[in-house]
């Protein structure tokens, strides 16, 4: 239930800022959410959501019919703002933080004493310095001595796509407050419509918090992805070997794959390898072992192709990873851009869209077919995301040359 917070207004309405502006719209809070997309806006006001999530489409009817959510493309007035716009890497790697500079800029005009900010966005150390700098140059009203008369913490988002309704809810959540104070009314706000346990920190932790989470995966993800290597170089079953290791009780490998997709795991070590490049060594080793990955999936199709003399490729899942909608930064595209690019005929299968992604438009080899026909018109199958509805396929591959490169159809004869 409210709290000393009345109004909260939410900054950037995608994947993370619209669960969270219509979550807070169910527990009461009156939610003003803001976008530079008038797209985004015109839909949220009609009470859609903009993209697919579970139950999410209902939250936001209801939060939307209720009046507690109205969605603006300015930031309004309000008592609490969460930041949630993109952090993207630029060419070189470096953090993007236009976005997250441009919506503390537009927050700054509508700031009374008392706010509190709330950066969301996954963010270098010192982001959430630098949103209190842009507003303490932009209201020197706001500003008393060493004192700003606005709260502003970091409080990372950890919510998982496909279930980002229910983790927005119960998942811990760590508040990191520029002050002890800062962080306190962070954990006010959160107390009243998380269910999991809040842990105050101050805030450059907070952002390490969220980047060494990510970084931890790549790395445990990148030593799978060099067992595969290995494994794969002296014809050996890499899943075989992993399982049977797995049988040690304090060893617990991760599974091999085609590569770390999405815009979390592969992005985010950047952020601390950019600025910590002497640090970082192991990080960034972890970078280039899963961003090679593809490029090693490739090669086994194309030495599979020249063997069977073919060029017709089914390629199965495009989604950075299974059971999911999502295509960005995905290995599955880079792989079968790379075979197009070299003249293979792709058959794209991938059950969870009914369209290309644009980036894939200029390449008139690469087409989007059902699995049947994927199969009836290709020699070769490569198999690029474990999604649930491949599982059952297995039985239809049998006698054809396969390459599956998530160890979703994995044999393991000698473990029992
Ligand atoms: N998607 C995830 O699963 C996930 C998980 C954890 C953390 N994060 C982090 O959360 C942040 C947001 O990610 P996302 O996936 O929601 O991004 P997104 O691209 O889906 O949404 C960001 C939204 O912000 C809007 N925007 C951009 N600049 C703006 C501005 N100045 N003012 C108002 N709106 C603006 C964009 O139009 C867009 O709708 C990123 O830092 C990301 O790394 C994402």
Known sequence: MPNEFKTVCVVGLGYIGLPTAATLASAGFAVKGTDISEHIVEELNEGRAHFSEPDLDMLVRGAVSSERLKAYTEPQPADAFIITVPTPIRDDKSPDMSFVEAAARSVAPVLEAGNLIILESTSPLGATDGVAAIVREARPDLVEGETLKVAIAYCPERILPGQMVRELVQNDRIVGGLTPADAERARDLYESFVRGEIHMTDAKTAELVKLIENAYRDVNIAFANEVANVGEAHGLNPWEAIELANRHPRVNILNPGPGVGGHCIAVDPWFLISDNNDLTGLMAEARRVNDGRPKSVIEKIRAAAKKAGTKKIACLGLAFKPNVDDLRESPAIDIAVGLAQEGFEIYAVEPHVNALPERLWRHDNIRLAGFDEALAKSDIVALLVGHK?????????????????????RESPHVA
């Not at 006698?399 to 979703?408: E, H, Q, Y």
């Open 389 to 409: 509805a491949f599982l059952k396929r297995k039985g239809d591959v049998e006698g054809r040359t396969v390459i599956d490169a998530v160890g979703l159809w």
